[in-house]
């Protein structure tokens, strides 16, 4: 009989140790792993909304911790915590996949108005280097600084583009391509004032 | 047994009362309602512009948000009040009011970048006719196009509502228009320098001296003014419009670089017809002794590369093609001013070339004007 009684202590002390609760730490640290995986891929400038609710779920996720943490052992419970850091994990995944297809749209964008604007100016260069070298030259002198300008405007672009600034690439290469149609004609009117292909003499000044 | 029944129907009919009396802790409207403040916030770009804001509506959102869905307490009598309800209520307007912030804040800048924009577009405009009108534009050389392209950026992210880097381009923008301004100082600043136009001045004093003392014609040419003037014993009696080298406005250092010598000069030869390709022309002794000396000075000090010559056939001549504006470094005329111009001076006459015969010259004004935007914009 007296040993029996010695069981009932016992018996609750099991329990209470088998009913505390431990923070589920592990997934808690990869869901903190995956919101700086997150930030690094580029999610803050990508997709900054859904990058910022990210957080606001990994602060929740926080506070419901050390909320948890501030409990009398039994009463502890994070199985919500739980919940949190799982949904942080997969949301965290979702928004890393949208922000690489973003970015490579961007990146894809950019090269393409790079391209556009690379051969606006190549066709600018080909229109000077028809030009007269005479005396008539002196009609496409100054506009032959800006196709020069305009040359090294290029590697800007190719500068965004390193930098992986695709809004900013974009818009000096729609900039290049649109100043590289009005030098073309102003070329076109130049050489048409001056009357292309008509013989002149070698002038030194 | 009949009491049993009854007591069974009305346990069941106080627990259909009971259960159709419980409401949800949080109204859908009211999480709809936030969820259309969040779409709100990201249409006016916070998470963007305003991350702090956002970031802080976010995290109470989410907060809340994870108590609607893993709470276990979302039922509850009617007359029990929520806690949970109150604080979205809460969230809610506090959203509203900073998402009516926003859209201020949101117009205030497009309102200052659209000025901005518009501004340095003005300027650029001003800039360019100004350098236009003074042919200082290889002065520039690629700053002109480097600036023209800020100022594009601008306006395509002002159309895009990215009013922040429009802004920002703008500004660049504007500093590199100083920098322009500054630039045509240092090299034009002679045509507004009081001790350069006197000498000038003076230049062309002593041709229409010469011409009175010695009963014969002389030529002085101004390159602001773009004016030819011809003198018979030392009085005025034609001026001619002229245009001048690619590079004009500049003095000329070396073959090639299409400004317009200034200095004395003789007309050393006359060519006919036949004998040019410009209608009429009179033959400058250019390079003289000082121009050698001045070159040879400025390749000693590195100002002028060893490979680079002094450049010759700088000539007064009319036009093979009326819409040329501009020649290598020639001075140019119109047939018919040619015409009577050739008819009018012998070889040997003086032929005084200077920068400008006034202080309120076209460059002058021009770099005053600039300057003075330049400050207003300060």
Redesign the interface.
């Known amino acids: 009989m007296q040993s029996r009684v010695f069981l009932i202590p016992m018996a609750l002390a099991v329990a209470i140790t088998a009913g505390c609760a431990d923070p589920p730490t592990q997934q808690i640290q990869e869901a903190e792993k995956a919101l700086k995986e997150a930030q690094e891929s580029g999610a803050s400038t990508y997709s900054p909304d859904e990058y910022a609710k990210l957080e606001g779920t990994l602060d929740t996720l926080r506070k419901e911790v050390s909320e948890q943490d501030g409990k009398f052992a039994l009463f502890r419970d994070y199985g919500k915590a739980q919940q949190l850091s799982i949904s942080a994990k997969s949301e965290s995944e979702r928004i890393k996949v949208a922000t690489a297809q973003k970015k490579e749209e961007g990146k894809a964008a950019a090269l393409q108005a790079q391209q556009v604007a690379e051969e606006a100016v190549k066709a600018a260069q080909q229109l000077v280097a028809k030009a007269p070298v005479g005396k008539d030259r002196a009609a496409v002198e100054a506009i032959k600084n800006d196709v020069e300008g305009l040359k090294s405007l290029l590697k800007q672009v190719q500068d965004s583009i390193d930098k992986q600034d695709y809004p900013a690439a974009q818009t000096q290469a729609k900039a290049i391509h649109d100043m590289s149609q009005g030098v073309q004609t102003e070329i076109h009117n130049a050489l048409a004032k001056v009357g292309r292909g008509k013989p002149s003499l070698s002038r030194r000044p | 047994m009949l009491l049993d029944r009854v007591n069974r129907t009305l346990t069941s009919a106080l627990c259909v009362v009971c259960l159709s009396g419980c409401v949800q802790a949080v109204p859908p409207d009211l999480l709809t309602a936030l969820e259309s403040i969040?779409q709100d916030?990201?249409a006016l770009r916070a998470?963007?512009t305003e991350?702090e804001e956002?970031?802080a509506f976010?995290?109470q959102?989410?907060?809340l948000k994870?108590r609607v869905e893993?709470?276990d307490d979302v039922i509850r009598w009617p007359w029990e009040t929520s806690e949970l309800e109150n604080e979205l209520r809460g969230l809610y307007l506090r959203g509203e009011r900073t998402v009516s912030q926003l859209h201020d804040r949101q117009a205030n800048r497009q309102r200052a970048a659209q000025s901005k924009v518009e501004s340095i577009e003005d300027r650029l405009h001003l800039m360019r006719s100004h350098v236009g009108s003074i042919d200082g534009?290889?002065v520039l050389?690629?700053?002109?196009?480097?600036t023209?392209?800020l100022v594009?950026?601008a306006r395509?992210?002002f159309e895009?509502k990215?009013y922040q880097?429009a802004i920002q381009r703008a500004e660049e923008a504007d500093q590199a228009l100083m920098h322009q301004t500054a630039l045509l100082n240092q090299e034009l600043g002679r045509y507004a320098d009081g001790k350069r136009i006197a000498s000038w001045q003076a230049m062309a004093q002593q041709t229409m001296d010469w011409s009175r003392t010695h009963q014969s014609p002389a030529i002085v040419v101004s390159k602001a003014e773009r004016e030819l003037i011809l003198y018979k014993n030392g009085r005025k009696v034609l001026s001619y419009p002229v245009r001048l080298?690619?590079?004009g406005i500049r003095e000329?250092q070396f073959?090639?670089d299409?400004a317009t010598p200034e200095g004395r000069y003789r007309v050393i030869d006359k060519r006919g017809p036949g004998q040019t390709?410009f209608y009429r022309a009179l033959v400058l002794d250019y390079p003289n002794a000082e121009d050698r000396r001045r070159f040879d000075l400025a390749k000693k000090t590195g100002h002028i590369a060893l490979g680079k010559?002094i450049?010759?056939?700088?000539e007064i001549h009319g036009v093979?093609?009326e819409?040329?504006?501009?020649?290598?470094?020639?001075v140019m005329l119109d047939n018919r001013s040619m015409a009577a111009l050739f008819e009018s001076v012998p070889v040997g006459t003086p032929i005084t070339i200077v920068g400008a015969l006034t202080g309120q010259n076209a460059v002058a004004l021009a770099l005053s004007e600039l300057a003075h935007h330049n400050r207003q914009e300060i």
Do not use: H
């Open positions: 969040d916030m990201i998470p963007e991350p956002y970031g976010v995290r959102w989410i907060a994870s893993l709470d534009r290889i050389g690629e700053r002109v196009v480097q023209d392209l594009k950026q395509i992210f895009q990215d880097r080298g690619f590079n000329k073959q090639g299409g390709q010559g450049g010759g056939l700088i093979e093609n819409y040329a504006q501009q020649t290598l470094g020639c």
